[in-house]
Every structure is written in structure tokens, then in C-alpha cells.
């Protein structure tokens, strides 16, 4: 068939009675392929080879090497940048990249137990793609809590406000990854599959460990003096933050026989002193009676 010998019987004795038996090397399965072919017949078209490539498992196994080595490199550059940026607020960053780590060398490992999944030289870099998305969540974190400090918040007030303003840009930011990895994931095949896995994986895991990990734990190392009282290398410096210090809340009162000219000075004064919930609230006011 199609120029190839499938099959070629041959006869031992004369059927004389009718009756024959069919007896050589073969099972139910080799009978069956057998069977399907000769049902089918040959194909009305012809295939040619147009390119040939055999890699050798060494080979394989120095890519998937370098693209480890590669992806561990990416995750020192990371701890190194958050190390320099947030001070002693690195520890966060590197406890959730190791529990991010674990969780997806886990999960990666019951699909290799369970269903025979092998990690490509592609689904290293949808991993290594992951060590950014993670990254990119602590950054837009970190920075709103800095930001509410820099509002006149303590430090407790501004990692749940800081939170709360984060975690709509972080599931936002989520959800295009996984979206791409899953449109990827259904549009292709190969091993741009394996890269759309692991980054929808990657991302997903990012999503998990920031809600029940980050925070959490974020709000834990905030009750310790040393973050607490706003230490230089703790990341919540207020002089590196660009802070002013509380001054303390007062208020001013003149007597009767106080002249204007000290009375001007004092108002100015208060004014000075007045924390930014008193300013707000005075400009609210100013504002309403404006409109009155």
C-alpha cells in the first residue's frame, strides 16, 4: 500500500476441505492496525519532507540548564532591586517568591507525577515571565503604601488603605496575563503551549500569594518596632520618604487685651500647625459657605 509491503502471507498446505487457519507472529492490536488499513485504503495524497532537525537529549538538557540558570539570574536581579529600593521591606519580596516558588514547583510536580507533564525550554520562560509579573505586584503595593504615608498616615492606616488602592490594579494586571496566556494556550500548539501554561500558571500563583501571603505578612512585620518606629533601613523612612515630621495638635487662644497685630501672627501659627484632616476639613467648610 502506497508502495510499502504491509503485510505478505503466504500459503502452507491446500485448502481442501473448505476450511482454513490463519496462524503467524501477531496480536489484537497489530490485527487491528492490520484491519484499518486495508479498510481505509492508501491516502489520495503524498507527503515530502521539507526540513529534518534531531536534537539530542544532551542538547536539551544544556538549554533547559541555561534557561535556569538564566531564570535564577532573574530572580537575584530582583531581590538585589528590592534590597536597594525598600531596605529591610525586601524581606516581604523574598517570602513571597519563595512561597510562590514552592507552590508552583508543586503543583508542577503532581502534573509530572499525575499526568506526565515535562517542563520545556518555552515553559522556563513563561516561569521567568512570572518572577516579573510577581515583582511588578510588590512594586505597585509597596509604593501605594508609600504614598498614603506621605499623606500623613501611620504606618498601620497606610498598608490597609495602600491595599486597598492595590488590589484593583493587581487583579487588573492579572487578568490580562492570564487572558493572554489562555488565548495563546488556544490559538497555538508546541511549545508556545508550554510558555502559555506556565504563564498562566505563574500568574494565577502571583494572584493567590499576594491576597493570603503579602498582606498578611506585610502586616505582621509592620507591628515590629523596627518597622514600626520608621528605622532608616526598615523602608519606611520618613526623611527618605520625604515625610514631615508631626508636629503635634493645638490650639491657639488670645486674650482681650492681646493686639491684632500678635492675634494675625497667632492664626498664622495654628494655621501652620494644623494636621491635613483639620485642613481638609477647613477648606470643606470654606468651600460650603462659598456656595452659600
Known amino acids: 500500500m502506497d508502495g510499502y509491503v504491509i503485510t505478505a502471507p503466504t500459503t502452507q498446505a491446500v485448502i481442501s476441505n473448505g476450511s482454513a487457519q490463519i496462524t503467524g507472529s501477531f496480536d489484537s492490536v497489530s490485527s487491528k492496525a492490520l484491519a484499518d488499513s486495508l479498510k481505509y485504503g492508501s491516502l489520495p495524497i503524498g507527503f515530502e519532507v521539507q526540513s529534518q532537525e534531531n536534537i539530542s537529549a544532551t542538547l536539551g538538557a544544556e538549554q533547559l540548564q541555561a534557561g535556569l540558570l ?49 517542563l520545556s525550554l518555552a515553559g522556563v520562560a513563561g516561569l521567568i515571565m512570572g518572577i516579573g509579573i510577581t515583582a511588578d505586584s510588590f512594586i505597585v503595593y509597596f509604593e501605594r503604601v508609600r504614598d498614603e504615608m506621605r499623606d500623613g498616615r501611620s504606618l498601620s492606616a497606610a498598608i490597609e488603605q495602600g491595599w486597598k488602592r492595590a488590589f484593583r490594579t493587581i487583579i487588573v494586571s492579572g487578568a490580562v496575563s492570564l487572558l493572554a496566556a489562555v488565548v495563546l494556550y488556544v490559538l497555538t500548539v508546541g511549545n508556545v503551549r508550554g510558555f502559555a501554561f506556565t504563564l498562566g500558571l505563574t500568574t494565577i500563583v502571583d494572584l493567590a500569594v499576594a491576597i493570603m501571603f503579602t498582606y498578611p505578612f506585610l502586616q505582621l512585620v509592620a507591628r515590629l518596632p523596627f518597622f514600626s518606629s520608621g528605622h532608616k533601613w526598615s523602608g519606611f523612612d520618613a526623611k527618605n520618604l520625604g515625610i514631615t515630621s508631626y508636629v503635634g495638635r493645638g490650639q491657639f487662644r488670645t486674650g482681650a487685651n492681646v493686639p491684632t497685630t500678635k492675634v494675625a501672627a497667632a492664626s498664622k501659627e495654628a494655621t501652620k500647625r494644623q494636621t491635613i484632616a483639620e485642613r481638609k476639613a477647613a477648606e470643606l467648610l470654606a468651600s460650603s459657605r462659598e456656595g452659600k
Request: no cysteine; aromatic share 14%.
Open 70 to 118: 538564566a531564570g535564577a539570574i532573574g530572580l537575584i536581579l530582583v531581590i538585589i532591586y528590592s534590597t536597594f529600593q525598600y531596605r529591610a521591606l525586601a524581606v516581604v519580596t523574598i517570602g513571597s517568591l519563595i512561597v510562590a516558588f514552592l507552590i508552583i514547583y508543586l503543583v508542577i510536580t503532581v502534573l509530572s507525577w499525575r499526568q506526565g507533564y515535562r
